[in-house]
């Protein structure tokens, strides 16, 4: 049964790198037909779509993060990271990683059917 | 970017009652359109993805319908477990999420 689990700091200073791990267990990243996601929640608030990485290491990201943001992938780790640079108290959140499964095919469609159990992140100093 | 409209943003119900919750996007995404229910301190749960199709493990009384624009997800005979909030997400040009409907006990 494939888990996910999010790691790193909770707490980030303002104008730093939000840097965030996350670990694939039960099952290979490398299995075709998924993309590994970043997800993130504003307290009490609505779902953000980050960016998600193909294990071939292809990244598609939020265009309003995309000039801050990088998403990568470690295969031999079964493991993929996100790191938000230029941090502000905006970006204070729940990050989750998730899976999306593909459906039909992986440009459109399917759904984000595993996920992590979130890690909150505060921008403070 | 496409915005998700979720009606109504709360809902009163009964357990044994049907809910029926809506989800209009701005523009049309075919049916690239998936549902999800988040109860407080979980990560949301997948429950239908292409519009109409049940996850794995999704019981039989959650159902989703709709294309293009309207989608409506259909939750017959509530369970007591059925009550939290429920999130439309798009994924036809990138990713977005509705703003939720939250299902509460009458």
């Known amino acids: 049964q494939v888990q996910l689990q999010e790691s790193g700091p909770g707490l980030v200073t303002p104008s730093q790198t939000l840097s965030l791990i996350c670990t694939v267990t039960?099952?290979?990243?490398?299995?075709?037909?998924?993309?590994w996601t970043w997800i993130r929640q504003h307290p009490g608030k609505d779902l953000e779509w980050i960016g998600y990485?193909?294990?071939?290491?292809?990244?598609y990201h939020n265009p309003s993060l995309k000039s801050r943001l990088a998403i990568s992938v470690d295969t031999s780790r079964n493991q993929f990271s996100l790191n938000l640079n230029s941090v502000t108290a905006a970006d204070t959140a729940i990050y989750y990683c998730?899976?999306?499964?593909?459906?039909?095919?992986?440009?459109?469609?399917?759904?984000?059917?595993?996920w992590g159990q979130g890690t909150l992140v505060t921008v403070s100093s | 970017e496409i915005v998700l409209t979720q009606s109504p943003a709360t809902l009163s119900l009964s357990p044994g009652e049907r809910a029926t919750l809506s989800c209009r996007a701005s523009?049309?995404?075919?049916?690239?359109l998936a549902w999800y229910q988040q109860k407080p301190g979980q990560a949301p749960r997948l429950l239908i993805y292409?519009?109409?199709n049940r996850a794995t493990g999704i019981p039989a009384r959650f159902s989703g319908s709709g294309s293009g624009t309207d989608f409506t997800l259909t939750i017959s005979n509530l369970e007591p477990e059925d009550f939290g909030v429920y999130y439309c997400?798009?994924?036809?040009?990138?990713?977005?999420f509705g703003g939720g409907t939250k299902v509460g006990i009458k």
């Open positions: 998730a899976r999306l499964h593909c459906s039909n095919s992986c440009s459109q469609g399917g759904g984000f059917d595993i």
């Open positions: 039960g099952g290979s990243i490398n299995s075709d037909g998924f993309l």
């Open positions: 990485i193909f294990s071939s290491g292809g990244a």
């Open positions: 523009q049309s995404v075919s049916s690239y």
């Open positions: 292409d519009a109409s």
């Open positions: 997400q798009q994924r036809s040009v990138w990713v977005t």
